[in-house]
């Protein structure tokens, strides 16, 4: 044939098919051609690449393709491409197609930027089967009704999309996509379509859900969306179906889009399309979209479903309904958006706000899925009677999403729901019917779950159970109409404000703490008055105890047969800082409850409206409902309306408060308290902890009562207050917090009050004996007082407040401890049964004590009050061994005997050793002197003192001072009268410097003296006499032995050491210098001068102290030289008398002591002298600048005496101006006493010789001037007395006193250890020895032999003197422990019997004191009886003195 005829029979043919293809497609709605046979090819292999990749090796199975189909692809030039398509294929040319279209190739395919392939035709099918990579560049397109991608790679650059919105073909048959009528319905898909009529009390919605079946792999088209009219049947079209095959990575920075069509304002939004993404990897920042379209009412989403290993975050995938121009706020239903390679379900609105549900019509049971979200306003429905959704993992509910269970119309439906986690945030979970949840966690943040059960009694028990942790936060809710359970075992936790769990019944069980945190709510039943009746009204006219309060059943459910209205079972530990609120709350099996600052347990006004002892309304008036206690009468208008009586168990109370009636029907009653109920018999709370409050308080009335035509009527009674019982071991009721059962208050006018409900512990535990622990702790209120009355009604009673009897020993409520000194040996909780125990059982200085467990038995113990008593008796130490020999006086009388048997024992002793004392000795006082002092130096023992010297005697010279460590002796410079004729003035004064230097001592002396004064008085004066001894040895040997003499004229005299001779006193107070002539000097001159001697002064030893009394020393020197005028004898006994006086005069009181010397002068002395022609006067001598000044006499013998003295410086000195003196001033008396003083003090050293000083007479000693230091008190108890005989009597008393003295000495120390260790040694070291030296000291003067006795005698009483500073010691040490006993009580001390601890501490002390003092008198007469053996010396008759005169 010819060529050209061949070409054009070819076209012809083409044209031809071509208009019968076209025909056949608008004829049947679909394309023809070789796009049909491929379409199933594709679906085919899209299959078998699905089934492959999901195998573990994740690649493509080689699919062998018949040749039929490779020829009916077309080529990369048919595509008006660059290349091959088994190679590279670049579309470089925009497609606009009319028929689906299909290429192939086993190379890669790249569509260019900005280059499209359209096929705008509803249900157009593009297909491209690639083994190699595709690429889209920027902007490129691809539109059709179906999009299938199968390749190795699929890379869609910015912009690019794959799009087949409102290009959707017919849904699958039979749906119900398309919404019926001409509402303007949306179309429905994944969700359904928004219907504008829909409503709060209508379910209408558009366009149904379809396709459920193909969740994981949807492959069908979105349905139309409905017309307004019939010219506008349909609004937008559904949107298409795209899949991506793709063996490795999908890269996705453009669009892939299928969303419903725009249905205007005369029609519904089509429906969303299908989108199913088979990839390795998703990877871009592009997004997918199946979103249903706008319109009247919107479109629901379509479904999309990834099938991928991994996702990259970035990838917005959205399926939200379509925006309602009708009806804003009801846009169309989100779809689904599967992953079905974790098998986790997303339901998202992106926020755009719905009340059109997205139905989820069955949950697989194999595989299950992982997780299901439903977010972002989307709102869930499960339709079905009974279904299970069960997940491996979580159920989330995010920003307004919301699942409804069930049907509204029928709240019968039961629902499951299974997974790992239940979280929810700002969203809702509505059920309709009941509903069991099995998951480990519970998490909500302002978020709620409603169940309804649609007041149907028949409805099963919802049960959420949690097992590890259930969280409620930000006002989130979980509420049912019917009965709740709650089940867990870890944390249940309400954290704050708004957030709450409500039921008609409510349970919470099993959870290991429940907290509620505060503004967080429990309650159960609801607040509505019917939802109260139910649960109260089977117990309102009960009149006994229902058994499962106090014996609950062991599982813990909710069913009709329990008493409870919220129960909490099975849990450790309950924190209460919010409300818990219920009729009748029962917490068992709990371990502790905590009940915070904040925190409320409350049922009041949550009892009966009536019961069992309601308030009557009568003529007006309206009483109190009764229960604890009996209701207040009610009172109006003169008609008086008893309360309601009381009724209940006090001992066991479970009850529920009664109200109180209204005048009719249309007035509600007050109602009454609600019963709380804590622990068990069998399972008792181990402790509970109220900070803030527990409440069953009755109902008050607080508005007045109007009738119908506005009247006033008398007002309504209060309700009773209800109960609260509470079984358990421990209770803590701290500051500030309550339990309270109180009575409403009454209505005005005359309501009466409610009376007080009752409060009940039962402890489970009260253990008694030293096992007792305190049961409660109380510091809050527990009131179960009745209710307050308005103006003429009466109060309600008062309620109970009861506890478990408890055991002996133990009384009240909280059965605490009888008190201390009472005992209760009977079982029962009054506190009348604490009974006093004996006090003449109790000894002196104990208290009772406190017994743990309390006493059971009469005889109560008792302690003493302090540890140092000694039971049982609570003696002291001392009081032991008393009463060890049968109490104090016999003790006392038995010590006595002892003391008066061992003084007789050394008695005897001391005289076999030492010999009896003579009770008179007719010995001189020279001889006495000789031995006063024995271990002291008399005149009479210096060395070369002989008769025949007092021829050549010339003058004594005396030291100055008192021989101190402060002022030692001293002598002046100048040289006497007498011996200025016998020495040369400037050696003389050579001389004096010298022996002062000599008579000072060292430093170290002083402050030996020093220390030892204050530490041991005694040791320190034996150590100043020691001192002093060996001083004036020190002044014998310079004098003897180291001094020239060169003072000395006398040549003989310095050769021969014989010019002076140094002496002293036996006391060593008074020091001399005699001075003699030398044998050269024996001129008839010098012998006038030596006889006239006279006057001549003569010094006392001593200072007038205890120690060292005055005395006038008559040695041999002065005996010789006043011989030539005194016979030796009437000299002697002259001395003797005077020294018999001057024992007594104290330096301290020298003014007054001094007269009867005096007056002794001039009665005994000077009489029997002046026979002789010699007189003696008192005189003062050698004063120095410290004040000191030294006694002595002045002797005038023969012719020269006291009258040829002036009588203007002697005599009218003494007697004038004693006168002018008697009427001067103080200071006037001063200075004439010193202008005296002087004239005497200038006569008299014009008559001595050149000694200074005054003559002292009546007159004259008033005005001496005397220091008294600080011992002077203890010469009040220490002095020279006169002797009284019986020697030997007051030795044996004075033994019996010293061996008493020890003996209480030792008794108070062991006291005084008792007392304290630091007591005892401040009384035995202040001062150191001075306590226990005098009994050594007193055995030591009493066994001592002359001449040594006298000057122990005195050292002894100087002990006993200084051992005072210890007893007063032993008083401040006293006084400090015991003296503020009374300020200061014993926390021992009982409201019975108070003692002091220390009440005779003194009494030793005291003796002791008395016995020093009566020692001290006894040691001074002894003392006196040893040194004054001559009785007579005190004869107060002259003659008679006199007369005793011993012989020559």
Known sequence: MHPFLMRSYLWWCILLGYLYVSTLSFSSGQYLGRAIQSGNWLHDLGSDLKDDFKSTTLNFVETSILPSQLNDSVSCGDLEGVGSLNTTCLLNSNLYLNYDLYIYGTGNLEILPKISIVCPVEGCKITFNMSGNINMGQYAAIVAGSVVVSAANLTMDLNSSINTTSLGGLPPSPTSGTPVGYDGAGGGHGGRGASCHKNNKTSFWGGDVYAWSTLSEPWSYGSKGGGTSAEYRYGGNGGGR?????????????????EGGDGGLKGGGGSGGSIYVLAVKLKGYGFISAAGGRGWGGGGGGRVSLDCYSIQEDIKVTVHGGFSIGCPENAGAAGTNFNAYLRSLRVSNDNVTTETETPLLDFPTRPIWSNVFVENNAKVLVPLLWTRVQVRGQISLYRGGSIIFGLSEYPVSEFELVAEELLMSDSVIKVFGAFRVAIKMLLMWNSKILIDGGGNTIVTTSVLEVRNLVVLTENSVISSNANLGLYGQGLLQLTGQGDAIKGQRLSLSLFYNITVGTGSLLQAPLDDDASRNVVTESLCERQTCPIDLINPPDDCHVNYTLSFSLQICRVEDIVVSGLIKGSIVHIQRARTIIVDTYGMIIASELGCSEGMGKGIYSHGAGSGAGHGGRGGSGFFNGRLINGGHKYGNADLPCELGSGAEGPNESYAPAIGGGMIVMGSIQWPLFRLDIYGSVKADGESVGKKTINGNSSLIGGLGGGSGGTILLFLQELTLEENSSVSVVGGSGGPPGGGGGGGGRVHFHWSKIDSGVEYVPVATISGSINSSGGAADNTGLFGEVGTVTGKKCPKGLYGTFCKECPIGTYKDMEGSDESLCTPCSLELLPRRANFIYVRGGVSQPFCPYECISDKYRMPNCYTPLEELMHTFGGPWPFVLLLSCILVLLALLLSTLRIKLVGSSPSYREHSIERHSRHHFPYLLSLSEVRGTRAEETQSHVHRMYFMGPNTFREPWHLPYSPPNAIIEIVYEDAFNRFIDEINSVAAYDWWEGSIHSILTVLAYPCAWSWKQWRRRNKIHRLQEYVKSEYDHSCLRSCRSRALYKGMKVGATPDLMVAYIDFFLGGDEKRLDIVSIIQKRFPMCIIFGGNGSYMSPYNLHNDAMMTNLLAQHVPATVWSRLVDGLNAQLRTVRQGSIRSALVPVIDWINSHG???????????????????????????ILIVAGDYSLQNMQHSDLLDNSIDHPRKIAVCSD?????????????????????????????INHTTVKYLEFKRDFLFPVSLLLHNTRPVGRQDTIQLLITIMLLADLSITLLTLLEFYWISLGAFLAVLLVLPLSLLSPFPAGLNALFSKEPRRSSLTRIYALWNATSLSNIVVAFISGICHYGFWFAQPSEKANIWFIRREGDNWWLLPTILVIFKSIQARFVDWHIANLEIGDYSLFCPDPDAFWAHEPSS
């Open 1166 to 1192: 000077n009489p029997q002298l002046e026979f002789h022609g010699v007189k003696i006067e008192l005189g003062w001598f050698q004063p120095t600048a410290s004040g000191y000044y030294q006694l002595g």
């Open 242 to 258: 795209i899949k991506l095959l793709v063996k490795d990575m999908l890269y996705l920075n453009g669009s892939v889009t299928a």
């Open 1227 to 1255: 200071k006037s008396r001063k200075q004439q006493q010193s202008w005296l003083y002087t004239n005497q003090s200038l006569s008299l050293k014009k008559i001595t010789g050149g000694i200074n000083g005054g003559l």
